[in-house]
């Protein structure tokens, strides 16, 4: 590949910004990462209950043990984990706001 000779006037050609490509695209799709946090609180929502659930029937068939304690903590864990999922989809969501800048007009006009 030839390349350009630096002291010529010719325009120099800079790559564009269009549209993006391939893995690029994929990551920059909001909407995706969306998707994807939604169903990861959802599963971890589920385990939540599942912990639960196994907490509850050892209090019934033991009387209470370390293992329920266990379960209960893991149940919690993963409902702040839920809430942690949400507040990073609301993030994910938030868009930049591309407002006009107005300037005054300075100049005199007489």
């Given at each position: 590949?030839?390349?350009?000779?630096?002291?010529?006037?010719?325009?120099?050609?800079?790559?564009s910004r269009g549209a993006?490509?391939?893995?690029n695209r994929l990551l920059a799709n909001r909407q995706?990462?969306?998707?994807?946090?939604?169903a990861i609180a959802l599963i971890t929502y589920l385990c939540s209950f599942l912990f639960f659930g196994l907490a509850v029937a050892d209090v019934r068939g033991t009387g209470g043990s370390t293992?329920?304690?266990?379960?209960?903590?893991?149940?919690?864990?993963?409902?702040?984990?839920?809430?942690?999922?949400?507040?990073?989809?609301?993030?994910?969501?938030?868009?930049?706001?591309?407002?006009p800048i107005s300037f005054p007009d300075r100049r005199d006009r007489d």
């Amino acid at each position: 590949m030839e390349m350009p000779d630096p002291l010529s006037d010719d325009p120099v050609e800079l790559p564009s910004r269009g549209a993006s490509r391939g893995m690029n695209r994929l990551l920059a799709n909001r909407q995706l990462w969306k998707n994807a946090i939604y169903a990861i609180a959802l599963i971890t929502y589920l385990c939540s209950f599942l912990f639960f659930g196994l907490a509850v029937a050892d209090v019934r068939g033991t009387g209470g043990s370390t293992a329920s304690l266990v379960d209960l903590l893991v149940a919690l864990y993963f409902l702040v984990q839920v809430i942690f999922l949400f507040v990073l989809s609301s993030i994910v969501e938030r868009r930049r706001q591309s407002q006009p800048i107005s300037f005054p007009d300075r100049r005199d006009r007489d």
